[in-house]
């Protein structure tokens, strides 16, 4: 065989030309990272600069995928650019699950050691004993311990006079949260069938279903989105209830983000399949968009379970 290699034997790799959109990106993020820190801390225009980051982000994605969807339909792309795609969508996902289990990793060391230590457990007698004497480790916790017997150094006068215990309910998990369930895991079935429709192509099917998956999770959001009001409202849970009110808004809250940002995916992918796009051997937007929701709805299974039932 001879060493030297023409350049037929090699695949053509699209290099798009240069753009200015990642620039554009870094500026977003970096205002939507300074907004949200001075929302969180009450200071001004903190709210505007979140969303007027969050704007230019959405921008910004919004003109790189379509400019990504006109070189994918004019034939642009090799099989070695799917490939590169398919590794991409693969590590993000294993960057998103590897971001769920730092927030699990740490409800199960709160549950699991630290509300154990306050109570007592774990050579912890002389924290119970100066700041929680009346506390018994309970998970979900309702209530904050109050009555504190402060040590030596404490200058808080809130420590000092005792403050009564503030309470609230936790979220049940046969009501809203159950149907949610039910919802995520109908969505998974509707959008396999979607996917089946497309390697057998049947576009009628395919269009019906993977709609259908969309509007399921415009109802888990609406869903969701109630279930908050209930917990203001009613419940009295709020994310300065507690170690129970910060975990729980954490994990469903980040989950909800990742269902809203699935859910324009797959209303995206509903249009496109509307006009057309995608083949039985050229898919791999649908791919990633369904990738990405079964790993959604596996997340929730999780979260019902760990969150909501025990």
Known sequence: MSEQTTNSEYENYY??????????????????????GRMMNDEAFGGWMLLIGIAILVGMLSTWWSYTIKESMSGLY????????????MWFITSEVMFFFAFFGALFYIRAFVLPLLGGDFNGASTHDQLFPEYTPAWP????????????????????????ADSWRAMGAWGLPAINTAILLTSSWTLTIAHHALLEKNRPTLVLFT??????????????????YEA??????????????STFFLLTGFHGMHVLIGTIFLIVLSLR??????????????????????????????????????
């Open 15 to 36: 290099v798009p030309e240069k753009s200015k959109l990642p620039f554009v990106g870094s500026i977003g993020l970096f205002i939507t990272a300074m907004g949200a």
């Open 78 to 89: 090799s099989s070695q650019m799917s490939r590169s795609f398919r590794q991409g969508m």
């Open 141 to 164: 916790m309702t209530e904050m311990p109050g009555d504190f017997i402060p040590s030596e150094g404490f200058s808080d006068n809130k420590l000092q006079q005792g403050v009564a």
């Open 211 to 228: 709609s259908i998956t969309a509007m399921l999770g415009i109802i888990f959001l609406g869903l969701q989105a109630y279930e908050y």
């Open 232 to 245: 203001y409202a009613h419940y009295g849970l709020t994310l300065q209830s507690g170690v129970y009110g």
């Open 273 to 310: 399949t509307a006009k057309g796009h995608f083949t039985a051997k050229e898919h791999f937007a649908f791919e990633a968009g369904a990738w990405y929701w079964h790993f959604v709805d596996v997340v929730w299974v999780f979260l019902f379970i760990f969150v909501y039932m025990m």
